[in-house]
């Protein structure tokens, strides 16, 4: 059985989420994502159905600000996607990147299928035992806190948020490298 194509990230803003994957990722992996929007996606089941903007900032939609990804090769990019993607947000501190703070911006990655759980959960716990080890030391806590989870519902933002630092280079982005290569 093959692996599903699509998954859902959060790592805080989306906005740098988005940068960071889309334009980052595919210069490492060219062509190894086929789409890439922003959006909300909830853990729960009992979410509100296609949630504003607004209403998930307020924190009580229970939403994730999330980039959907759909990949060209899950096979040959899913892991190096989640290893890449601990590599630019902070996934100890619980719903919280840096000045944001709130549901919304949980560290979360949500997964189509089993294999990506699977995966999700062995790279997780390949970067606890890395803080353990003290390889990686640029985390606010020694904990990982990243949710992974089954995928649900995706919802997309509205058209002023997709591609939002690519339209706007000097906008918001709380995001940065924690280091660049994955340690041994």
Not at 44 to 58: F, G, L, Q, W
Not at 98 to 119: E, H, P, R, V
Not at 150 to 175: D, I, M, R, W
């Amino acid at each position: 059985m093959s692996m599903s194509t699509n998954l859902a990230l959060g790592a805080g803003c989306y906005w740098g989420t988005e940068k960071y994957i889309v334009k980052d990722f595919q210069k490492r992996f060219p062509n190894s994502i086929a789409s890439a929007s922003v959006g909300f996606m909830s853990p729960h089941d009992t979410a509100k159905a296609n949630p504003s903007y607004r209403e998930v900032c307020s924190g009580t939609t229970g939403h994730v600000e999330v980039l959907n990804v759909e990949l060209n090769d899950p096979a040959a990019h899913y892991e190096e996607l989640i290893k890449f993607f601990f590599m630019f947000h902070d996934p100890t501190t619980l719903n919280r990147q840096g000045n944001d703070a709130g549901t919304q911006y949980a560290s979360a990655i949500f997964c189509s299928d089993d294999q990506q759980l699977k995966i999700a959960n062995k790279v997780k716990a390949e970067l606890q035992s890395l803080i353990d080890a003290k390889k990686v030391t640029s985390y606010s806590s020694p904990k990982v806190e990243t949710g992974v989870v089954p995928y649900t519902v995706f919802y997309p933002a509205h058209e002023e948020h997709q591609q939002y630092l690519e339209k706007n280079p000097s906008g918001y982005c709380n995001h940065r490298y924690r280091f660049r290569e994955w340690p041994n």
